[in-house]
């Protein structure tokens, strides 16, 4: 009733039209972490749009169709030597327009404290097991700049196709909590 009543009076006081709440209602429904596992899985297959992903990834998701909003992305890139994690340790700071809403667990008190002090273990009770040689990053999303996580293409998907390499990604992989399966 209170979402009703305010969406009311900023039609009443002309802040927006009826049209306009509406598509930013339909903008906001539509974005679901499907749209950052097509931005990552197109990546995987095509190394010039990796090479604008890495350069700028709001407009390499536009290219997809793709709304990632005004906060500017950086894509981080899991290797052999490196696992990358994101948090927003102040509130819950996250890509929305690649990623859909944040879980609860992005937002919680225990996660945005312990996977900074902690990440190898935040990592381990996810299922992610990274080994001692792989350094952790933790990269700190914030309100002028967000991250998500590419993570390494798992070993013989040289052969799928986007479609199939979508099915191996979760959103919890381009947080960086959980590898593709099959890793």
Known sequence: LMAQALEELLVEKGVVTPDQLRRGLEEQSSRHPANGTRLVAKAWKDPAFDARVREDVNAAARELGLNPGDIPIRAVYDTDAEKNVIVCTLCSCYPTGLLGESPDWYKS??????VVREPRAVLQEFGTRVPEEVEIVVHD???????????????????????????????????GTTLPQGT
Do not use: F, H, K
Request: proline content about 5%.
């Open 109 to 114: 008190r225990a996660y945005r404290s312990r």
């Open 141 to 175: 999303s914030t309100a002028e700049l967000r991250y998500i996580v590419v993570p390494q293409r798992p070993a013989g998907t040289e052969s799928l196709n986007e479609d199939q390499l979508v099915a191996l990604l979760s959103r919890d992989c381009l947080i």
